[in-house]
């Protein structure tokens, strides 16, 4: 990349300070109106670089093309990162704060000075001495989940608008909201977007190249008791509250679950309760790398439902499930180029590829079942979710090297 001058840390900081945490208890559809505000911007700048196709639409999609400029009949390739960030976390006045040339020290953030990011639990610190660490200021999130990404392909963008006579393919880009909430890829028009094959970049460490996720449904179990007048309820009344936390009480503790497995393995998770006397609702997150095994867990569970129920006559339940996302490899299987480009680039750009699996899922596990296979590329976003969240200038460009040199790839091929 002759000629490359990083425009990263300064996109990057500037649009970590846009509010754009996602609704999950929201209908709307982007969830919240504010992942608009980032989405505004980016199609003002790509504009301003000359991509005049650049486009917002109603559902808070961004869609823009960087021409092709070598050979035509190089794949159209996509990238795509989502401006959203999680609910689980703060991402409202984030104050973003540039360390330069990391020195290994615990890095304590000075908002909130009991926050503090240190080698001992974030062991790819270490890897990262030297490097210039973005972080927030201990209130909030930092949003690197994904406006690392963003600013990625932003910085990408630049570098060829501005570069014209470096030949490559047709490139599309693509911006996507309510990725954390699982709505990522909802309205996405598919054939206005009309790509070939893509690359997320919503990755974590340098090098990690992921063609894999979780397999991923939703589960949710009712429990129906009967009502009667507590002065008055003897033999008469089942409580659907205490069906339902019988029902918690019989899931295993040591097994089968996210806080006792890695890997390959699976679990099911309740991730919500609610109810009262009548009724109550467990609501599941299922996981597995296998789709199969998703129905023997949702078996599973009914088999806990009945065994719950059993214990307190007259109660019942129902179960129903909602595919949300399957494993990406099940279609990048059939179109292995799609992962051999990537890894090619990452040597090209000097990187050992260090093929990962996701245990969660990206817009690109929805993506490669609606038509584009869709890969993950690392971004340095780590310490995700949390006031620990931070990133790595280096490792941001090192990305879009990365990117770079898979249009290079293309054209070759």
Request: charged share 20%.
């Amino acid at each position: 990349m002759n000629n490359y001058q990083s425009t990263l840390a300064e996109r990057f900081m500037r649009y970590v300070q846009i509010d754009t945490t996602a609704d999950p208890n929201s209908e709307t559809q982007p969830s919240s109106m504010k992942q608009k505000d980032l989405s505004a911007v980016l199609v003002s700048e790509l504009k301003a670089m000359g991509i005049a196709d650049a486009e917002l639409d109603e559902y808070g999609y961004v869609y823009a093309t960087i021409p092709a400029t070598g050979n035509s009949k190089a794949p159209v390739v996509c990238f795509c990162a989502h401006v959203d960030t999680a609910p689980d976390c703060s991402g409202t006045n984030v104050i973003p704060i540039l360390h330069k040339n990391y020195d290994g020290s615990d890095i304590v953030l000075p908002n909130e000075p009991n926050v503090v990011i240190s080698k001992e639990k974030h062991s790819y610190l270490k890897e990262r001495i030297g490097d210039d660490i973005i972080t927030a200021s201990g209130h909030t999130l930092l949003g690197a989940d994904d406006k690392a990404g963003v600013a990625i392909i932003m910085d990408l963008a630049n570098y060829l608008m501005a570069n014209p006579s470096i030949p490559h393919g047709k490139v599309r880009i693509l911006f996507t909201p309510d990725e954390e909430i699982g709505r990522g890829v909802n309205k996405v028009n598919m054939e206005k977007l009309g790509a070939d094959f893509g690359y997320t970049l919503d990755g974590g460490e340098r090098g990690h190249l992921e063609g894999e996720s979780f397999s991923a449904d939703g589960c949710t179990l009712v429990f129906n008791g009967i009502s009667a007048h507590p002065g008055y309820a003897k033999n008469k009344m089942v409580n659907a509250q205490k069906v339902a936390a019988y029902f918690i009480s019989l899931l295993p503790s040591d097994s089968w679950c996210p806080e006792q497995t890695s890997g390959y393995e699976g679990f099911v998770h309740p991730v919500h309760m609610e109810g009262g006397l009548e009724e109550a609702k467990v609501q599941f997150i299922v996981r597995d790398f296998d789709t199969k095994k998703l129905s023997e867990y949702e078996n599973r569970l009914e088999e806990i439902a009945k065994t719950a129920i059993a214990k307190f006559p007259g109660a019942t339940y129902s179960i129903s499930v909602q595919e949300q996302y399957r494993n990406m490899r099940e279609i990048l299987d059939q179109q292995p180029h799609v992962m051999k480009f990537a890894a090619q680039a990452y040597q090209m750009s000097g990187l050992t590829p260090n093929i990962q699996n996701i245990r969660g899922g990206t817009d690109g596990s929805r993506l490669s079942f609606m038509g584009l296979p869709c890969p993950n590329i690392f971004t340095g976003e780590m310490g995700i979710h949390s006031k620990q969240e931070y990133v790595s200038v280096q490792d941001m460009e090192k990305a879009v090297e990365v990117c770079y040199n898979i249009l290079q790839v293309c054209m070759e091929k």
